[in-house]
């Protein structure tokens, strides 16, 4: 069975931080970029961050750039988030995805409508005092 399972999540404090990890079972992370997106209560899902297959290129939101870190590790089929100096607003359900886009460079059209793609089920974080 070809997943992604998001871990990492929990309560914490404004100014705290927390590492996501996206772990896949099933396939091989190296022929994928990964996105991370969250969503907000009563907000639409937005995008986070994401990293290209090679891992050369990542791309961040204005939101979290300076305060999160996306980086990957193929050998242990593992990506991760991590995120620092978190603020009320960070709070929300986490997912990744994992995207089979053909060139290894990019990640910012992840997921891609029509080509392979694979979503987690999410991991929640609330950053409340």
């Known amino acids: 069975q070809l997943q992604l399972v998001e871990s990492g999540g929990g309560l914490v404090q404004p100014g705290g931080s927390l590492r996501l990890s996206c772990a896949a079972s099933g396939f091989t992370l190296d022929y994928y970029a990964i996105g991370w997106y969250r969503q907000a209560p009563g907000k639409e899902r937005e995008g986070v961050s994401c990293i290209s297959k090679n891992g050369i290129m990542t791309e961040y939101a204005g939101s979290v750039k300076g305060r999160f870190t996306i980086s990957r590790d193929n050998a242990k089929n593992l990506v991760y988030l991590q995120m620092n100096s978190l603020k009320s607003e960070d709070t929300g359900v986490y997912y990744c995805?994992?995207?089979?886009?053909?060139?290894?460079?990019?990640?910012?059209?992840?997921?891609?409508?029509?080509?392979?793609?694979?979503w987690g089920l999410g991991t929640q974080v609330t950053v409340s005092s």
């Open positions: 995805v994992a995207d089979r886009t053909p060139n290894p460079y990019i990640c910012s059209d992840v997921p891609q409508e029509g080509r392979e793609a694979y």
